[in-house]
């Protein structure tokens, strides 16, 4: 952890710059609306007034793949829908995260057979499983909080090797 | 049963497509072959009152069942209240049938659902592509002799086999 400590009255924070950027990341996650399926009820369910999700910087979702930075998969996925959400991946910009909410997302769920992809993980690298079928609010909100503690601990600006 | 049915329905289509009902608790339906399946269509809609086809789907009756798929019509009439069956039996090997989509256009999506899930062709049809699976699958899933297509549950006893073999995330 980075030392934060206030100086005296003057209101000055010290941190790391990378704590800083990571602190920015996490307080304005923009979702991509992806509901697919029932999960998508959900989703809506947490994103309303009950489960406040605008607390965490969510206050909506973005329909554009190109102004989003999560994108919450909320259904099952099936062979005809996967390279559609390849696609929408690929056209997110960078820095990016992805949540497989629910079982359908997560790994196929009930539906074991030819038309659904088992586990959108076949497709687009996941950060956070969120398990339920569907997830209540409250748990898909405990996800969100998963990907905030991960994304805290990212050094953004160490270079690639 | 409705008078409209046993009265004027069930002698019309038995007389003119030679085709005996198989009555079941209200339910009628008859057994046309492929060739005379235009005719029956037209004698539907314009002489009977027939305007609504809800349904066109297919049955598989593999392995014991001769001829192999069985196309399943359902003919509903507004004005009386009344729907009728009309199944046409397919062989494997001469798996064609006319289509319906001149007749009744509500016809043209299901037709190729049952392409896309039986591999029946219709001819006539103006464009007959898959329409659940993705446009290049090979196979039809919904035949009998189509593999489930699932993931192997892994217990125990096969734990590490499946361990071996199972798909790892993409990173």
Redesign the interface.
Known sequence: MGVEHKLGEMGIVTTTLEQAVNWARTRAMWPLLFGLACCAIEMMAAQASHYDMSRFGMELMRPSPRQSDLMIVAGRVT??MA?VLRRLYDQMVEPKWVIAMGDCASC?GVF????VL??V???V??DVYVAGCPPRPEQLIHGVLTLHAKVMKEHPLRQRA | MDAYLTDVVIPTLQQRLAAAPQIFRDEVSFVVPPERLLEAARLLRDELDFDALLDLTAVDYWPDGQPRFHVVYQFYSYTHNVAVRVRVPVAEDAAEVPSLVAWYPSANWYEREVWDMFGIRFTGHPDLRRI???YD?VGH?LRKD??????E?QFTFNFDDIERRK?R???
């Open positions: 062979r005809k390279p196929g074991n057979n030819y038309a088992q586990g993980d076949e497709v690298p996941v | 659940l699976m993705p699958w899933p189509y593999p489930l297509g699932y993931e549950p798909p995330p993409r990173a």
